[in-house]
């Protein structure tokens, strides 16, 4: 448990000392900490030693047990890939989902937002690698899912979101950033009101944060290796 509070602590550490490294804002990074295949009480240690609020997860039933068992007021992500009869259980229990990559997953969510909680709030996932099997939209069509998901009157788009291919070479992954930090700058210049980029995991977050990432998604660096 110690080490969990450590690695979160020297996370942060890191985090600001790369906001000021590459001219970021002081603070403009948030850390969104992937509890993924860890157990509810590291997430509730790692709440009640920092006051850590925001949680991923990428399989929903294991989340929402962990959802429904806590009694902690905790902001849940979801990052990993939709299927369409999980939507109405994601629609229900997160206030974030990262992975938006086909409209009619985000028309589902909208229509299943229950009436009392606020707008979900959600990014487009976006393909930089251009293989075909991998999961997200590619660039030239994000524009036109924008478009559509901005109608729907339960979901709020705040963005976009990466898993890059892993590489261990610095200048790659800042250059696969930068694709989607341009991106995310063009749908601004269309008039799109985005604020959040969902980029860099705790092997690429420095490339991340380079880029103009405002969330970064750490599971490892912060809880360790996955069981
Ligand atoms: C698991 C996961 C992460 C965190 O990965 P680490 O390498 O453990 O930091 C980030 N984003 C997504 C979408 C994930 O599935």
Redesign the pocket.
């Known amino acids: 448990m110690n080490s969990l509070i450590q690695n979160y602590n020297h996370l942060i550490k890191q985090v600001r000392v790369l906001e000021l490294k590459y001219k970021r804002i002081p603070n403009s990074v948030t850390i969104l900490a ?1 509890s ?1 295949r860890h157990t509810l009480e590291s997430i509730e240690a790692l709440h009640n030693a920092t006051g850590h609020l925001q949680f ?1 997860e ?1 399989v929903v039933q294991e989340a929402v047990e962990k959802i429904q068992t806590t009694t902690l007021e905790l902001d849940w992500h979801f ?2 890939n939709i299927q369409s009869n999980k939507t109405a259980l994601i629609s229900r229990h997160f206030n974030f989902v ?1 992975s938006i990559d086909r409209f009619k997953i985000a028309e589902r969510l909208s229509n299943q937002r229950p009436p009392e909680l606020s707008k979900l709030n959600v990014c487009i996932e976006v393909n930089l690698s251009s293989e075909p099997q991998k999961s997200g939209v590619p660039l030239i069509n994000i524009e036109e899912l924008a478009e559509e998901l901005i109608k729907l009157p339960n979901l709020k788009l705040r963005g976009l979101m990466a ?1 890059p291919e892993k590489t261990d070479n610095f200048d790659l992954q800042r250059k696969t950033f930068a694709k989607l930090y341009q991106a995310q700058d063009s749908l601004i210049n269309s008039g799109f009101e985005l604020d959040v980029l969902s980029m860099g ?3 690429d977050f420095e490339a991340a944060i380079a880029e103009g990432a405002t969330m970064i ?5 912060i809880f360790g290796a996955r069981n």
């Open positions: 992937v993924k991923g990428n990052i990993g990262h898993i995991m705790s092997h998604r750490v599971g490892t660096g």
